[in-house]
Every structure is written in structure tokens, then in C-alpha cells.
């Protein structure tokens, strides 16, 4: 795609603005669709699915802090000058075109494409057919922007596919794609892997777990617990796991207090075999994958660790790379910690729902990636370009 210079990416991005609040009404509309076709047996699915007023002021201002934003092209990341002449300069490019697979988030059609597009990137977006007609509204008024602007609606493509349609684009694609997003469970993640002809960039599972270390502060600790797994169940950021230090004062009684908080805000609690002891009336794992599961539900683990060290092999073992956080009041094992669980965030004393672009200053976010190439995190509109070496002679040539 032609570079477009700041001003008319900005443009489109205000227009966008103005239609999305014009048309409050055609986009509540075509959602309410989507929300009756839906099985709200999955209600973390269906609280992902829905956009109200507030949702529509939140995609409004997810564009306007982008088009706030410094454009992220064509920036110098560094200069030198060889001794033979030859002037080198290191800049950002835009990838090309991008995909994105996702599932039941009209917001991610906002997100994802105003990240692309400002980073002047074509975006292909694949949503999930319990969105179709909240994300069709959506492209069209993207459509509308572009039009405004003179630009071509292929920009930004929404891909009407099924899951069989998409697999074969994927694996013979009819045009030229540069990454590949895909946002969803492990098989569509390995599918999207094994037949990619391009860079894949994985937003992977949460399954987030949080360690209570001997020395913590255990108010705290029962706070941010109660926040990370039942502030939003539906989202990646949300706590799974929670791992009591053996060696805590009162280990029984704080275990008691903690299940019977969590069974008061209505989440239902399996314990390991060590927990079992104390917390006699729940139900303990019968399968060890479960420490592998992300829940998105009401659901939590209750788990025993003797060391600090045995709560980071736990973590490592079976977290989905996302987030993790130490509680404790003792900052160099909050740093030990940190420095070797392998996560994308790693906490001490806060809740993992602060894994968010909007939460940890980035803004918008096209995803949450647990890849470590090229990032790792909240991909913001920095994260949407690649680089381009820009190399100057005079007649050169290397003997």
C-alpha cells in the first residue's frame, strides 16, 4: 500500500469518529441480531458480544486517542556512517497487510483496524459469525471514512468466511499477507501456525496465576484475588489459579477466609490435594490439565506451595505465558520472581487485569501477544511496524 502522509490518515480517523456516533442507533440495531441468535449459555462469550452505549463511547475514543497519537511510519531508529562512505539509516516501515482472526468482539473490528490502518497496514478481518451483523455495520462505516477521504475501501476487508473458507485462504491465500493474528483457542492456533505462509503472531490463552508468598500482605492479597477473577471472566487478563505459600501465618485459616470470599461472589473452587486437607468440602483436581485450562467463568483452583520456588516451576509448567503476580511485602523475591516467571506481565501486589493497552498506557490494542518475537504484550499502534534499512552511496562496491 502507498504510504499516506499523517494528515489524511488523521482525517479518515476523525471521520470515523463522527460516523460512529452518528449512527449509535443502525449499530445497536444490527448487534441486537447478534445477540438474539445467541446461546447465552456462554456468558463469557455473550459479554463479549454485546455493545451499548457505553461500548460505542469506548470505540469512539479507542480511535480518537489513536489519531492523538504519533504516527509510528517512517520513524528513524538510528543513523551511522561507515568508513567506506555508505550512510545508513535504520527506519519504520508498515508490515503490508495484516489478518486478524477473533470471535464475538465488535470492539476488536474498531481496535484492530484503526491500529492498522494508522500504522498505514491493510487488515483483513476475520470475526466470528456470533458478530456478523455488529461487525458488517462496523466495516461499512469504516467504508464510509475512507470513501469521505478518497481512499480505497480494501484498507481495511472484512473476510465473510466460514471456518472451512478460512482454513483454505490460509492455506493458499489470493493475495499477499505479511502477519497473520489469530486470536482464539489452541486449535485455531495451531492450525493458523501449521498452514501459514507468513509470520504468525500468537494473542494466546490467559490461564493467569497469582502466588501468595509468606510475607504478604493478606487483605491485600484477598482483594486483588477477588478483583482478577471476578472483575471481567471474559477476558484474557482474568485469574485462574491462586497459589497459597504453605509457610503463611495461619495457612488454615486464611485458606477458609479465601474460599469462603470467593463461594460468597459466586465462584465455584477446586483445590489440589495439599488444599484438600484444610478445605475438606471442595472438590479436587481429578485431572492434571486442569492446571492448563483457561476457565473464562466463574471457577478458580486453589493450590498449595511449600517454596517460592516451587510456585515458579508451577507457573512455568502451566500458565499460558500471559500474566502472573506475587503477592508479598518482601521486594527481592517480588524480583526473583518477576525476573524468571515466564509471562508476558508479571505483577507484585496488583491484579492481572491491568494486562490491557488502554490500563498499561499503550492504548488501543490489535491484541495481548505471548509471542516473543516480534513483541511480547499489548500490541499498540509502536508494535504495528516492521523496519527498513536505508542505505546511502556514492558508488560503492565491496571488494
Avoid at 443502525?26 to 457505553?54: E, G, I, P, S
Avoid at 506475587?326 to 527481592?332: A, D, G, K, L, V
Avoid at 495481548?368 to 534499512?389: A, F
Wanted: one cysteine or more; glycine letters at 6%.
Amino acid at each position: 500500500m502507498k504510504l499516506l502522509n499523517t494528515d489524511i490518515k488523521n482525517k479518515v480517523l476523525a471521520d470515523m469518529e463522527h460516523i460512529l456516533d452518528q449512527n449509535r442507533e443502525a449499530l445497536l440495531q444490527a448487534n441486537q441480531k447478534d445477540l438474539d441468535a445467541f446461546d447465552r449459555d456462554d456468558q463469557a462469550l455473550y459479554d463479549r458480544l454485546v455493545v451499548n452505549q457505553k461500548k460505542i463511547d469506548q470505540m469512539i475514543q479507542a480511535v480518537r486517542e489513536v489519531r492523538w497519537q504519533e504516527d509510528p511510519v517512517n520513524k528513524e531508529i538510528s543513523t551511522r556512517e561507515l568508513d567506506n562512505g555508505l550512510k545508513i539509516i535504520n527506519k519504520t516501515a508498515p508490515f503490508g497487510t495484516i489478518m486478524i482472526i477473533y470471535e464475538s468482539r465488535p470492539d476488536v473490528t474498531i481496535e484492530a483496524a484503526v491500529l492498522a490502518f494508522k500504522a498505514n497496514n491493510k487488515i483483513l478481518l476475520k470475526g466470528g459469525k456470533e458478530a456478523y451483523h455488529s461487525n458488517k455495520a462496523l466495516v461499512k462505516f469504516w467504508h464510509e471514512a475512507l470513501a469521505k477521504n478518497d481512499l480505497p475501501s480494501d484498507f481495511i476487508q472484512f473476510m465473510e468466511m466460514d471456518r472451512k473458507q478460512t482454513q483454505a485462504f490460509l492455506k493458499n491465500p489470493d493475495q499477499q499477507l505479511d502477519l497473520i493474528v489469530p486470536r482464539g483457542g489452541e486449535r485455531l492456533i495451531n492450525f493458523v501456525k501449521e498452514h501459514a505462509k507468513c509470520a504468525v503472531l500468537v494473542s494466546g490463552r490467559g490461564n493467569n496465576f497469582l502466588y501468595v508468598h509468606k510475607e504478604a500482605d493478606w487483605q491485600k492479597s484477598l482483594e486483588v484475588i477477588v478483583n482478577a477473577k471476578t472483575h471481567k471472566i471474559s477476558a484474557c487478563n482474568a485469574l485462574d489459579k491462586v497459589l497459597i505459600d504453605t509457610r503463611i501465618e495461619d495457612y488454615k485459616g486464611k485458606l477458609n477466609e479465601l474460599k469462603q470470599l470467593l463461594s460468597n461472589k459466586g465462584v465455584s473452587i477446586l483445590v489440589d490435594g495439599k488444599v484438600k486437607e484444610t478445605l475438606k468440602d471442595e472438590e479436587v483436581i481429578s485431572d492434571q490439565s486442569v492446571w492448563k485450562e483457561e476457565f473464562l467463568a466463574m471457577k478458580c483452583v486453589i493450590g498449595a506451595v511449600d517454596t517460592l520456588d516451587e510456585a515458579i516451576q508451577r507457573i512455568n509448567e502451566n500458565s499460558g505465558g500471559h500474566s502472573a503476580t506475587i503477592m508479598t511485602q518482601n521486594n527481592s523475591v517480588a524480583q526473583t520472581f518477576m525476573e524468571n516467571v515466564d509471562c508476558a506481565a508479571v505483577y507484585q501486589n496488583a491484579s492481572t487485569r491491568f494486562t490491557d493497552g488502554g490500563q498499561m498506557g499503550v492504548g488501543a490494542e490489535l491484541a495481548i501477544s505471548t509471542d516473543k518475537l516480534h513483541h511480547r504484550g499489548p500490541l499498540g499502534l509502536k508494535q504495528l511496524v516492521t523496519n527498513k534499512y536505508y542505505v546511502f552511496g556514492d558508488g560503492q562496491i565491496r571488494v
